[in-house]
């Protein structure tokens, strides 16, 4: 079974953690990118001790990256600096830590298909993500989709980063699903590249991150494709509360979802 992900609350770590033992699910942070924490090196401090008081080893664990306002692919230097020193900070943050991989977003303008801004999108991410992949080989480096409304961009940027091993897409299926894409078209598209994947639920509309199996998703389909592409990624349930994320991994054991047998 590949490695399954839930996002530790630490108001409540010592249920989380009974949880992720009986799973066996690593951790993906989601402090880190919020960027008062970010700037505050005594917050960051805080949260790792707190985490480190009840899990030791933090190198199968991830982290979500900056993505608020990030923008590497910026004309404006000013914008672009700042979105540089964001994902820098992030990766640093994992580098201290030890983690595993760290997700970032793709920061485009969804729906916005003029053929200048699209290359210059890829031209100056794959630059910069290939840079930060070789500056950090000891991490991996994902790039989830947000609101893009198709799959094809992204794939033409992880076909450009091919070998760079540490590099991959982080399919976020839930946002997938309100694209207006098919899940197939997203999965068939990305599969080569696909190294992480997080799921939830929604009403297809709005971003909800309802548990597993709450919302109107077809997970018996996102199950086929899964194992029809033959993808092998990691798996984050990426809902909140002890309780959302019990409900979600008896739904997957329950009716053996992807990754669950």
Known sequence: MSKLYLVPDRTDLERVCGLAEEYGCAFEYNE??????MDDPEKQEEIITGYGMYKKDFSMDTMHGAFLDVTIHSDDPLIREASVRRVRQSMETAKRMGLRGVVFHTGRLAGFRVESYLKNWCDR??????????????QQIYMENMFDEAPDIMAGMAERMQGIENFGICLDYAHAMLSGCSGEEWIRTLAPYIRHIHINDNDLVNDLHLAVGAGRLDWQEFDRLIRQYQINASVLVEVSGYQAQRESLEYLKQYGIYPME
């Not at 880190?32 to 924490?37: C, G, V």
């Not at 991410?125 to 000891?138: D, L, Q």
């Open 32 to 37: 880190f990118y919020i960027p008062e924490t």
């Open 125 to 138: 991410n794959v630059t910069f993500f290939t840079e930060i992949a070789r500056e950090y080989p000891e």
